[in-house]
């Protein structure tokens, strides 16, 4: 038998990835994402500054996460959020990345500007990305509020946050995907809070 054979159709694996993806949406506690959609509208209404980071897709979800609290939560007349990602200076991250260490990408930027009472939202999907984790120890050491977009179980990082948020699935695929399905609920929740 060809080792290389296809054991299901493509019909079935799509079937069974957008699922497994409706049951982790499905399973995603609606009470953490609003406790999260609070800190970030308290963020904005105190004009504190929001943070995002992550490697990977996650680094994509931290970006697409700035472009919608920015502009999707934005409420005419009401005090905006002012969201950064740790990850789009792709100078910044080589630059520490190379002559410090890798570990160190997002703590550097974040020394000297975050702030108590400033946000950062840390997304892994393992909860052991260790330039994530330094990103929240410098954080916290500030005086942050740190959310956390996770998978089932959290890793390290669950306990280090003030709200951390489960995706219940073991496919990363299916885990990076609600991220960004939170990530919206998210902006649409903020924007309601400031209106």
């Known amino acids: 038998m060809n080792p290389l054979a296809i054991t299901t159709t493509p019909e079935a694996i799509v079937d069974d990835y957008l699922g497994?993806?409706?049951a982790a949406l499905g399973a995603v506690s609606r009470a953490d994402v609003a406790r999260?959609?609070?800190?970030?509208?308290?963020?904005?209404?105190?004009?504190?500054?929001?943070?995002?980071?992550?490697?990977?897709?996650?680094?994509?979800?931290?970006?697409?996460?700035?472009?919608?609290?920015?502009?999707?939560?934005?409420?005419?007349?009401?005090?905006?959020?002012?969201?950064?990602?740790?990850?789009?200076s792709m100078a910044?991250?080589?630059?520490?990345?190379?002559?410090?260490?890798?570990?160190?990408?997002?703590?550097?930027?974040?020394?000297?500007?975050?702030?108590?009472g400033d946000v950062l939202v840390a997304i892994s999907t393992s909860g052991r990305s260790a330039n994530v984790l330094r990103a929240v120890e410098v954080a916290r050491?500030?005086?942050?509020?740190?959310?956390?977009?996770?998978?089932?179980?959290?890793?390290?990082?669950?306990?280090?946050?003030?709200?951390?948020?489960?995706?219940?699935?073991?496919?990363?695929?299916q885990m990076e995907d609600a991220h960004l399905a939170v990530n919206h609920a998210l902006a649409m929740a903020v924007r309601a809070l400031l209106a």
């Open 36 to 88: 999260a959609a609070a800190i970030l509208a308290e963020s904005a209404l105190d004009g504190r500054r929001v943070y995002t980071c992550g490697n990977g897709g996650s680094a994509s979800t931290a970006s697409h996460m700035v472009n919608d609290l920015a502009k999707q939560a934005a409420v005419p007349g009401r005090p905006r959020v002012r969201a950064h990602s740790l990850c789009d």
């Open 92 to 116: 910044l991250v080589t630059a520490w990345g190379n002559d410090d260490a890798f570990s160190e990408a997002f703590a550097r930027q974040l020394e000297g500007a975050v702030e108590a």
């Open 141 to 173: 050491d500030a005086g942050a509020h740190i959310i956390a977009l996770t998978g089932p179980d959290g890793g390290p990082l669950a306990g280090l946050v003030d709200c951390c948020i489960h995706i219940p699935s073991d496919d990363i695929g």
């Open 20 to 22: 497994g993806l409706a």
